[in-house]
Each structure stands twice: as C-alpha cells, then as structure tokens.
C-alpha cells in the first residue's frame, strides 16, 4: 500500500490538500519491520521515473510505481536522514531529465542541487509560551516594528563559526540576532532568501525548495533552533515567499515531466520575461495544492509568525511584464485565477493556522486587506508602496525645492486607511543605483543625517506598521550588496551611531503609545494641525485614539535645515504638554524647545493657532522632530 492515499489524492486533485508534504517527497518510515524512506513524487504525463540514492549507488536506478492519477512511489530500505537522492523523469516528450524532489525538505547546498532525506520532527521545540499568546485575529492591535533581514550578508567572515563562503550558521544567526534585536527594540524579524534558491544574485526571490530552507546557513533543525531562539526571546518571524513565480534551472520544477506542469500551458501566462521565470499556474488545482502547503508547511512545521507574499501585483494583472498578454473570460487585464488562488490562501491559513500573510503589492486596486466575504483578496496586511515612494521622492529634492512639492509627503495620509498597511524602507530603495537612505537627500552629511532622522520619525508616527531594512538603522553609506557584510563599524562612528541611537528610541516610543500602532481603518485615529506649511517644509499632527485625546501624542516634523523660532503649533486642549521625544535627544547635551538641555514641559496658552483655540510655542531646529505627550487631565 502507498503513502499517497486515495484520499490524499482525491484532495490534491481537488486544490485542497494543505497538508501534502506530509505524504508527497521523502520521508523515513517503516515497512514490514523494515527502516527506510518512501519516496512520493508527482508526474502524470512521465514515461517512467526512477531514483538514485548515494547508499544505493548514484548509478544504479530504482524504479518507482506509478499509480493512479500519476503518482510514482518506491521505498528504499536503509535510506534515511541525511542521504542525498535524486528522480531521473523520462517525459512525456521522451526526454529524460534529472530532477529534484519538489517537496524535498532539504537541499545540497549551491552549485551542487541534489535533494537531502530530512526528518522532520527531530528538533525539540521550547517556545510553548510564546506559541501559547500567538493570535492572528489580533494582529492589527498590536505593535509591530519589522527588522528586514537578509542572513548572507547581515554579518560575514571567514573564521570560526563562518564556512568558506563568510556564512554563519542559523543557529549563531540566532544568538546574534536576539541580542540586536533586543537592543535596538524591535518586535519582529523578516527573513529574506530561506526558500531554498540557487542564484546568490537572485536574493532569495527564484526559488527551487518551496519546502527546504536554504542549505548556505546549515541543516533544518538549524532553522528550526533559530526561530525558537527568537520566539523564546519573544520576537515575530515573517518569512519572504513566492508563490508567483519560479526560476527555469534544468532540475527544478520547469517541464517536470516533459510538460509545463507546474507553469501554464498557455504561452501567453508561462513566463515573466523580466525575471525570465516561470509563472505557476495557479488554475490547476495540484498547484495550489503544492503552493498552499508549502504555506502551511512553513508555519507548522517551523513555527512561523507569517508569510510575505512577494510580487502579488504579478498575481493581478494578466498583462504584467508582458507585451503580448490573453485577456480573462470578460476581456479585461485582471488575473482572476490569481486573484482566486490568493482568496483561498488567506482564507485556508488564517483559519487554519497560527500565522497570517502579508501582500507585497505595487498596484492600485481595492481591497488586498478586505476580508473575502467583502470581495478583498483577505491579506493581514499589505507594504505602502505609494507611501514609500512619494516620501522618497520627496526626500530627494533639495530642501529649497520641498515646498513645490510638499502635496507628496502629506497625500499619504490621505489613503493611509484604505488598506491595513506596513511603511516599508526596504531592501529594494537601497540597491541598483537608488543610494542608500543617508544618501538619498542632497547637502552635506550632518543634514543628511538630521534629515533621515526626521523621515524615521515621520514614518514611526505616520498610521501603519513599519519595517527597516538592515544596515538602515545606523545610515550605512553605501548601497547594500548581497555578497557583503554590512559596515557595522560605522555603529561606532559619531553620526551613524546618533542616527542608530534615534531609530533604538523611537522603536521604544512607538511602543509606548498605544495610539501610535493600535492600526485600524479609522481615519479619526491621524488628525492634521497644519499640513499646508510648505514654505517651512514643515508638517504637524495628532495621532489619537478615536473617541477622545487620552493618550494622543502630536508630532511635529520640520524637513528644512531651517530654524523656526517660537512656532506655532494649534492644539485642541489647555493644559501642560510634554516632550517626549526630539531628534536632538541623542546628541551630545540632550534636547529641548530651542536649546540644549531645555524644559521638555510646554504650556498650551489660549490664543488661536491652525484654526484652534490653544497654541504651542516650540522653537524648531533645523532638520528637528519632537514628540510631544497630551496632558493627562481631559477636558
């Protein structure tokens, strides 16, 4: 009797079996009082499949049973963890080709690519707790501050706990990252490039292993004590996945038995020509059983907070990155199947897991965070890119500019309820010739640093979840690389660690204030003072909660390395407000209204100011971002 039985079968063909890693690859059991690993592969349309094993000998074939709706199965007595094989499919076009398991749970680590037997439930877990207080309902309460990681290139070295290529292990990662994380304060981490890839180059993005993470950082319980490490530590974990689309390498899914199986069959839909990928293929019901599994393979089996789906616009539109594209059924651009698939993704995890998914997504249309039974797609959230380039594009002009063009760093806020957002300053602002964030504006380095503190103090405070990207919380210089470390001796260097020491206390404001992460899709929750002060570049408003100002904090950001002596700032209440937070905090001698070490209490007076009835007095420095608290007593 097979593993794949005719249950599994019924389901995987029906689209709906999100557990099919559980029968499907390789996996170590016994038969008749015999160990071994019985392998499960699909091909329908293969003339034949056999298997090679380093114990059996990487020469002689073991040929595998096909049974019914194209499943191939063999077990092999005395293969088991640890032991690297490989399937030779002999297509439906006659060609033989040597492949990889898809659902292999590990990988030989680049350039060699065969498949690893992996045990999957060796590893120990101790983050009970942790798992214990996880709630994806409750995600939008909560604060979330996302550290983007890509582990390549996070730290590298050739000594000690490093191999040949400057990789550390998963498990020093883990130690490493806990300790960075807790000192600078932030709630989760993103993981870039885990799915098993090939290219170095790609990032992570032109996956081969939708179920093996990458061999360059160890072995899967290497992962597996990494997340723990975290989760104890009470740290989230999102990982980058891409169900959209994937490289055409000769022994991974491309053709996989002679056919286009797992992409489409339509040449107008199987290829993005740009990434020069694949397009899976997601009308086939197999498919989004293999993609939603690997969905579900990765939060049960490793534990994962949540997923980052990447490049969803590519999901949309039938007509993305191609010039030559077949309309859907009523003649329009939108992918409906894609659309569909990702419905019943979000759907299928956020009832049926611990995790959550988030949208990478570029394009305009509605409802990417709607629930389903709305007509929305159901994602948990979704990355503001029309946030992060409208303030960037901003943030390039020189400051004397800024004023004919300050509508870019307020419209934001008009659109910052539609959907449930993250703010990114991601991996991909600092690469490819954009320059890294302290070099995005003009002028010279101590504005740029000033400058970059008020952009961090603007997105802390602007409605959304946020994320940073490595190396960006201490201004690195250059130009991320992936086949670099970061410069982390710039931590030590005198504005680089001021820029460091601003992003490790607003991380701890933004916690503080409930009103500042308690993200909802009501707009009462940002109130504006005055968002028409071009001529001083200069913006202020309230974040609040939405009945009353218990717990409001107004911000004000000046994005001019002018000086504004005794500003005028309208408030709603009387009262002593105070300072809580400046930009200025973290230099030499502390910060104030005006002058170092000042009184951080203001006194509302009653006289007109912004169209309200109190005002503020505050005297702004150039490039300066003060925080400052509502009175306690409300009125």
């Not at 191609?322 to 979000?346: K, Y």
């Amino acid at each position: 009797m097979g593993l794949f039985t005719d249950y599994d079968s019924f389901l995987f063909h029906q689209g709906t079996n999100y557990e099919t890693y559980k029968k499907m690859g390789a996996h170590i059991v016994e038969e008749n009082g015999v160990w071994g690993t019985r392998f499960v592969v699909w091909a329908p349309n293969a003339q034949s499949v056999t298997l090679i094993t380093a114990p059996t000998g990487w020469e002689n074939e073991q040929w595998m049973e096909r049974t019914d709706n194209g499943v191939w199965e063999r077990f092999l007595p005395g293969v088991g963890d640890g032991d690297a094989y490989r399937y030779l499919v002999t297509g439906a076009d006659g060609v033989k080709r040597w492949k990889g398991d898809p659902y292999a749970f590990r990988c030989e680590k680049r350039p060699d690519n065969a498949s690893i037997v992996s045990n999957l439930y060796n590893y120990q877990w101790g983050d009970g707790e942790y798992q214990s207080r996880r709630d994806n309902t409750k995600v939008l309460e909560k604060p979330m501050t996302i550290y983007e990681c890509h582990l390549g290139s996070w730290k590298k070295g050739f000594q000690g706990d490093w191999d040949k290529d400057g990789f550390m292990n998963y498990r020093l990662l883990g130690d490493q990252l806990v300790e960075y994380l807790g000192y600078m304060g932030y709630t989760h981490v993103e993981l870039m490039g885990i799915c098993e890839y090939p290219f170095d180059l790609s990032w992570g993005y032109q996956v081969t292993g939708y179920f093996a993470p990458t061999s360059r950082y160890g072995t899967p319980d290497d992962f597996r004590y990494l997340v723990d490490k975290l989760h104890r530590a009470g740290y989230g974990v999102i990982l980058d996945w891409v169900p959209a689309h994937f490289p055409k390498d000769e022994f991974a899914l491309g053709n996989f038995d002679g056919t286009p199986l797992y992409e489409s069959t339509d040449p107008l839909r199987r290829e993005f020509p740009q990434w020069g990928t694949y397009a899976f293929d997601h009308t086939k019901p197999e498919v989004r059983s293999f993609l939603i599994s690997s969905a579900f393979y990765w939060i049960n089996e490793f534990h994962l907070d949540a997923l980052r789906v990447d490049a969803v616009a590519s999901m949309l539109y039938n007509n993305y990155d191609r010039a030559e594209w077949r309309p859907n059924m009523f003649g329009g651009n939108m992918n409906l199947e894609g659309m569909d698939f990702m419905r019943q993704l979000n759907n299928e995890v956020h009832s049926k897991t611990t995790g959550y998914v988030i949208a990478e997504d570029s394009s305009p249309e509605w409802g990417i965070t709607e629930d389903t039974s709305k007509g929305g797609l159901g994602f948990k959230l979704k990355w503001n890119m029309g946030w992060m380039n409208d303030t960037l594009r901003y943030i390039a002009l020189d400051p004397i500019y800024r004023k004919w063009h300050h509508g870019q760093l307020t419209h934001t806020a008009d659109y910052a309820f539609s959907e449930n957002y993250v703010l990114v300053l991601s991996h991909d602002e600092v690469v490819y010739g954009k320059h890294s964030m302290v070099e995005k504006a003009p002028g010279k380095i101590e504005d740029r640093f000033g400058g970059l503190k008020t952009l961090y103090t603007y997105q802390f405070t602007h409605p959304g979840k946020k994320l940073l990207f490595m190396g960006q919380d201490f201004a690195q210089d250059r130009e991320w690389t992936v086949m670099e470390s970061l410069d982390w001796h710039l931590t030590n260097e005198f504005g680089h660690r001021d820029v460091m020491l601003t992003v490790q206390k607003l991380l701890g404001i933004y916690k503080q204030f409930p009103v500042l992460y308690s993200d909802s899709k009501n707009p009462t929750t940002f109130e504006w003072i005055n968002r028409n002060d071009s001529w001083a570049n200069t913006i202020s408003y309230i974040r609040r909660n939405p009945w009353n100002y218990n717990g409001a904090v107004l911000v004000i950001c000046n994005f001019s390395p002018m000086e504004h002596h005794d500003y005028c700032i309208g408030v709603p209440l009387p009262g002593a407000y105070e300072r809580v937070f400046s930009t200025f905090d973290t230099l030499p001698g502390g910060g104030g209204p005006g002058e170092v070490g000042g009184d951080p209490m203001l006194q509302a007076t009653k006289e007109e100011c912004d169209g309200r009835e109190y005002r503020l007095t505050y005297s702004l420095r150039g490039f300066e971002s003060v925080i400052i608290k509502f009175p306690e007593a409300q009125q």
